[in-house]
């Protein structure tokens, strides 16, 4: 007699004969889920298995599976919510116990972070797109009441990612420690601090000063580092300095007059017409929000 985990490896034997992967398929998964959790939990984990020793043996990577937890954990989440798209269902009629979805998240969060630290590249590049496609759709308070142990283990996956050599790799890594970086984990602060001052990626340099936090609890620890981009070898990086500044509209009048003095002589200072213009940028737009309090 067929088990359940024979079926879920049914479906990721019918994925991996498709050029894509097909809705139905999705579809299905999340049936059988409302079915028999435990049973199709185990068969998603020996199909990941699966794939990703695959990818060893062939030292190529599966391409097609790159959105699967994604489209996978998006059905389950509208199936858990009662989501409904153009005034249909945007899963199925299958109807989930959110509490037994958070679980199946916080399970495979946990099993994908550890993939994370293989010492495969298509592994830990696979785990990482599976990671980052439901980590895009938990809300922080959502991550925050996941297991303290499951937490920790995505963050040492992602620092071992930012510390790859791999340049690939470590922007997955910081694509990741932007949905984790405000849950109350100081080393993945510190790793993204550390990558923004010293990484010698331009790139890799500008994906962290994309991503660092400016929240209230973490402005007075990031931001100090966070200025010190006005002398970045790169004229790109600090072109973007004074764009997020004026996305996220830190005001000139709340900081002290050393930062202040530091941002307008770089910036208007600098030999980039980018740079000078983005600074440009940034006063008018402070100039604007004075108008405003008068």
């Given at each position: 007699?067929?088990?359940?985990?024979?079926?879920?490896?049914?479906?990721?034997?019918?994925?991996?004969?498709?050029?894509?992967?097909?809705?139905?398929?999705?579809?299905?998964?999340?049936?059988?889920?409302?079915?028999?959790?435990?049973?199709?939990?185990?068969?998603?984990?020996?199909?990941?298995?699966?794939?990703?020793?695959?990818?060893?043996?062939?030292?190529?990577?599966?391409?097609?599976?790159?959105?699967?937890?994604?489209?996978?954990f998006s059905a389950l989440h509208s199936a858990a919510n009662g989501e409904k798209k153009g005034g249909k269902s945007s899963a199925s009629r299958t109807k989930l116990e959110k509490e037994d979805v958070d679980e199946l998240f916080e399970y495979f969060l946990q099993f994908f972070?550890?993939?994370?630290?293989?010492?495969?590249?298509?592994?830990?590049?696979?785990?990482?797109?599976?990671?980052?496609g439901m980590l895009k759709l938990l809300s922080q308070d959502d991550l925050s009441n996941f297991d303290r142990d499951v937490l920790e283990t995505i963050e040492s996956g992602c620092i071992n990612l930012i510390e790859a050599k791999n340049k690939s790799l470590q922007l997955q890594g910081l694509t990741i420690a932007h949905y984790i970086q405000n849950l109350d984990l100081p080393d993945i602060g510190e790793e993204l601090l550390r990558c923004l001052a010293t990484d010698e990626k331009q790139e890799v340099r500008l994906a962290a000063l994309r991503i660092i936090s400016l929240e209230e609890d973490c402005f007075d620890s990031n931001f100090p580092e966070m200025i010190h981009?006005?002398?970045?070898?790169?004229?790109?990086?600090?072109?973007?300095?004074?764009?997020?500044?004026?996305?996220?509209?830190?005001?000139?009048?709340?900081?002290?007059?050393?930062?202040?003095?530091?941002?307008?002589?770089?910036?208007?200072?600098?030999?980039?017409?980018?740079?000078?213009?983005?600074?440009?940028?940034?006063?008018?737009?402070?100039?604007?929000?004075?108008?405003?309090?008068?």
């Open positions: 007699m067929e088990t359940k985990e024979d079926q879920v490896l049914g479906i990721f034997g019918k994925i991996q004969e498709n050029e894509s992967i097909n809705n139905k398929f999705i579809l299905q998964l999340v049936e059988e889920y409302g079915k028999d959790s435990i049973g199709v939990r185990h068969g998603l984990e020996q199909g990941f298995l699966r794939v990703m020793k695959t990818m060893i043996d062939t030292k190529k990577r599966i391409v097609k599976f790159d959105k699967f937890s994604e489209k996978f972070g550890e993939g994370l630290l293989s010492s495969n590249t298509h592994v830990k590049t696979f785990c990482a797109l599976q990671m980052v981009r006005t002398r970045d070898i790169s004229s790109l990086n600090r072109a973007y300095l004074y764009k997020r500044l004026t996305g996220s509209r830190i005001l000139l009048a709340n900081l002290a007059t050393k930062e202040v003095y530091k941002l307008i002589y770089d910036g208007l200072g600098s030999r980039e017409t980018g740079v000078r213009d983005a600074c440009i940028d940034y006063l008018k737009m402070n100039y604007q929000e004075i108008l405003k309090c008068d």
